[in-house]
């Protein structure tokens, strides 16, 4: 058993999954990415590339980012591939495949899903093992993200909550001198139209593996569709790109209007 309490030797990958310290792995991972944070506050930008390159390369890394796959609501959703990591052994082994030097993801699979206005949201699905691949850059990107983000941002964020959305509001109306209107908007078909060369320049990740997934295309119909623009919704990494993208965008200050 080696210091991340993963037994090691020729076991059976089956038995070598049911056998992981998680609390020991998470515990690991969570270093590194406290690490990561430390050098931002510390302006060491070298150094936090480096310890995100560690931190992909560590094998605890790589075996949380298979287990976020197979544990989230998309678990029994497989991509063009048809491909699913339902069994310890596939787990194990895709933990293995991971962050390799010939990684090229495959095409998203194109899914609709209903919306109130009886429209359809698109959907790009990626394979369970390009799920992982992401998942595994978003735990070295998480930190930088979390560090930079805008303090009014709520959405797709870690330990946020519609409640801590609810109460920012509350503290920013509820003095003497707040705003006296409130405007709501929407960004119609955000991630659709995020432009890829600001995400490549201002998404701290690694460039090429961002770059293959936000122009990896898709499948629909059995006929291949090429992307020029945005990033797919279904994609892991998804969410905190588009934060990135969004960031600024909401003032914590209130605007009296009138």
């Not at 990561?36 to 890394?61: C, Y």
């Not at 707040?178 to 078909?189: F, T, V």
Request: net charge positive; aromatic share 6%.
């Amino acid at each position: 058993m080696n210091a991340l309490g993963v037994i090691e030797g020729p076991q059976d990958a089956a038995a070598l999954w049911s056998t992981i310290d998680w609390t020991r792995i998470n515990r690991h991972v969570s270093r590194l990415q406290a690490r990561i944070v430390k050098a931002i506050k510390a302006g060491q930008w070298h150094r936090v590339r480096s310890l995100q390159r560690l931190l992909v390369n560590s094998f605890a890394a790589k075996l949380l980012a298979v287990k976020r796959v197979c544990s989230n609501r998309g678990k029994r959703t497989a991509g063009v591939d048809g491909v699913v990591l339902d069994t310890p052994e596939a787990r194990w082994r895709q933990a293995q495949r991971l962050n390799a030097k010939d990684y090229v993801p495959q095409p998203l699979r194109r899914s609709y899903v209903p919306k109130k206005n009886g429209k359809r949201r698109p959907l790009g699905i990626p394979t369970q093992a390009d799920r992982a691949e992401q998942a595994l850059e978003l735990l070295a990107l998480d930190p930088v993200a979390e560090h930079l983000a805008d303090t009014c941002s709520h959405g797709f964020r870690k330990e946020r909550s519609t409640q801590d959305a609810m109460a920012g509001c509350f503290l920013s109306l509820c003095r003497r001198h707040s705003a006296e209107w409130i405007l709501e908007g929407d960004i119609r078909g955000c991630f659709d139209e995020l432009p890829h060369d600001w995400l490549l320049d201002h998404v701290p990740t690694h460039k090429g593996k961002l770059r293959a997934w936000l122009k990896v295309g898709f499948m629909e119909r059995g006929v291949f569709h090429p992307i020029t623009g945005g990033t797919p919704q279904g994609g892991i990494i998804s969410p905190t790109a588009a934060n990135r993208a969004l960031d600024g965008l909401v003032s914590c200050h209130s605007l009296k209007v009138g």
